[in-house]
Antibody
Framework: QVQLQESGPGLVKPSETLSLTCTVS?????????WGWIRQPPGKGLEWIGS???????YYNPSLKSRVTISVDTSKNQFSLKVNSVTAADTAVYHC???????????????WGQGTLVTVSA | EIVLTQSPGTLSLSPGERATLSCRAS???????LAWYQHKPGQAPRLLIY???SRATGIPDRFSGSGSGTDFTLTISRLEPEDFAVYYCQQYGSSRYSFGQGTKVEIK
């Protein structure tokens, strides 16, 4: 059973860097699949942040690209998100997910973490 | 960028009733890359439908998806108490993902 769990600070000050980690169990992230981050601001819908494959290929939402970095640590079976220069608009529940690129479910997000709330406030 | 617009924003129905949710794209979407998710507060979103009409593993057959091009539909044939939630459509293209704003299915 593939499981994903987000972790990181729940409170970040404006202008600082938001850092989250997603720990994957039940599957080795070095075995394949893209892995990604999605967020949901309070009262709003889901927004894709970006995706990564084997530390080689990264894709980011153009609206966030200048401030976002996604990386992989295969030794810990984890991948991470950094968002620089945060503002109150970055307050959201952040989810990590697995993103199949091949097979019948290609283009979906087939396993998700339950999400972690990050509040940007002084 | 493809924008997905879902309607209605909220659907108020009773258990046992049929729910029909719409997702309209600003330009044509490959049916292979149109999915639906169920999301309950505090939980991980759950993949329901992929490829516009294929049910994901373990999804009951009361959930069905249809459509092509720019118009897609999620139908729940008979609402069960556990089906009251927010539903999102999602498309994939050019290595990017986008979601609709969601339809909340609430108990009438």
């Amino acid at each position: 059973q593939v499981q994903l769990q987000e972790s990181g600070p729940g409170l970040v000050k404006p202008s600082e860097t938001l850092s989250l980690t997603c720990t994957v169990s039940g599957y080795s992230i070095s075995s394949g699949y893209y892995w990604g981050w999605i967020r949901q601001p309070p009262g709003k819908g889901l927004e894709w942040i970006g995706s990564i494959y084997h530390s080689e290929n990264t894709y980011y939402n153009p609206s966030l690209k200048s401030r976002v970095t996604i990386s992989v640590d295969t030794s810990k079976n984890q991948f991470s998100l950094k968002v620089n220069s945060v503002t109150a608009a970055d307050t959201a529940v952040y989810h990590c997910a697995r993103l199949p690129q091949s097979g019948a479910a290609a283009g979906t997000l087939d396993y998700w973490g339950q999400g972690t709330l990050v509040t940007v406030s002084a | 960028e493809i924008v997905l617009t879902q309607s209605p924003g909220t659907l108020s129905l009773s258990p046992g009733e049929r729910a029909t949710l719409s997702c309209r794209a600003s330009q044509s979407v490959s049916s292979s890359y149109l999915a639906w998710y169920q999301h309950k507060p505090g939980q991980a979103p759950r993949l329901l439908i992929y490829g516009a009409s294929s049910r994901a593993t373990g999804i009951p057959d009361r959930f069905s998806g249809s459509g092509s091009g720019t118009d897609f539909t999620l139908t729940i044939s008979r609402l069960e108490p556990e089906d009251f939630a927010v539903y999102y459509c999602q498309q994939y293209g050019s290595s990017r993902y986008s979601f609709g704003q969601g339809t909340k299915v609430e108990i009438k």
